[in-house]
Nanobody, 126 residues
Framework: QVQLVESGGGSVQAGGSLRLSCAAS????????MTWFRQAPGKEREGVAC???????ISSDPAKGRFTISKDNAKNTLYLQMNSLKPEDTAMYYC????????????????????WGQGTQVTVSS
């Protein structure tokens, strides 16, 4: 059973930066695609960035140019470096793994993932 624990969230002003971490146990992240999702109040959960087994990355349009996903296989930890934060980035951020590959876009489909962390809150004030 894979367990994921996110950390690093907090409150920042617009333009600031945060680095989220997702520590995995019970499985190795080097063998699994891992994805950051976020969910704002009243909105659906949306994919932010995904890193595949081979290290290739897909980022959502809002994340491109501002957020960077990475992983440290030795530490079994996933990261999300978020720069130039905007108020609209305010959300609970989750990491996920254990995806069942499917049709195009599966990497940002929450239903594709079996394992989730508890989330870490990011609040950006203007």
């Amino acid at each position: 059973q894979v367990q994921l624990v996110e950390s690093g969230g907090g409150s920042v002003q617009a333009g600031g930066s945060l680095r989220l971490s997702c520590a995995a146990s019970g499985g190795t992240i080097s063998m699994s695609p891992m994805t950051w999702f976020r969910q704002a109040p009243g909105k659906e959960r949306e994919g932010v960035a995904c890193i595949f087994n081979d290290g290739s990355i897909i980022s959502s349009d809002p994340a491109k140019g501002r957020f960077t996903i990475s992983k440290d296989n030795a530490k079994n930890t996933l990261y999300l470096q978020m720069n130039s934060l905007k108020p609209e980035d305010t959300a609970m951020y989750y990491c996920a793994t254990g995806a069942a590959r499917g049709t195009a876009g599966w990497w940002f489909r929450p239903s594709a993932y079996s394992y989730w962390g508890q989330g870490t809150q990011v609040t950006v004030s203007s």
